[in-house]
């Protein structure tokens, strides 16, 4: 299969985006964050049973893919996910996602409608400690 037919997924789109600024890594992004476990099951087309667990050392990325043969686009930020726990300093949360692709010919030219795959996801965050104010003076 040529790269030209080969079917973009979440991740390739972003990475091939200039407008979204510039790209880092995830110590970078999310300092307060000492580990973190990600594990996904996806369910719908061209997925095999079970999930798969994603720790921080095996390279998260900002985006998971959808596993449809069929889908352009597809999968859904995990980046977004972890950057709302930051925020509101979670720890634990278990969501869903529907897949962002959209299911399409070959060379995505024609599209069928929305792909149908759908990610439950289970976050597990380990904060950094801070030191309280007056230590280490």
Known sequence: MSKRDKRQKASD??????EFGRKVSFDEEFPQIE?????V????????????KIHRKQRLREHIN???PICHGGGFSIG???RE?????????ETTETCQGYEGSPKGRREYGECPNFFEIKVSVK???????GEGE
């Open 85 to 93: 726990m930051v925020r509101s300093q979670q720890t634990e949360l």
């Open 13 to 18: 789109v972003f990475n091939e985006a200039q």
């Open 41 to 52: 099951t996806e369910s719908g087309h061209g997925v095999r049973r079970g999930s798969k």
């Open 35 to 39: 580990d973190v476990v990600v594990e």
């Open 127 to 133: 904060y950094k400690k801070v030191p309280p104010v």
């Open 80 to 82: 977004a996910i972890l």
């Open 66 to 68: 959808c596993n449809n």
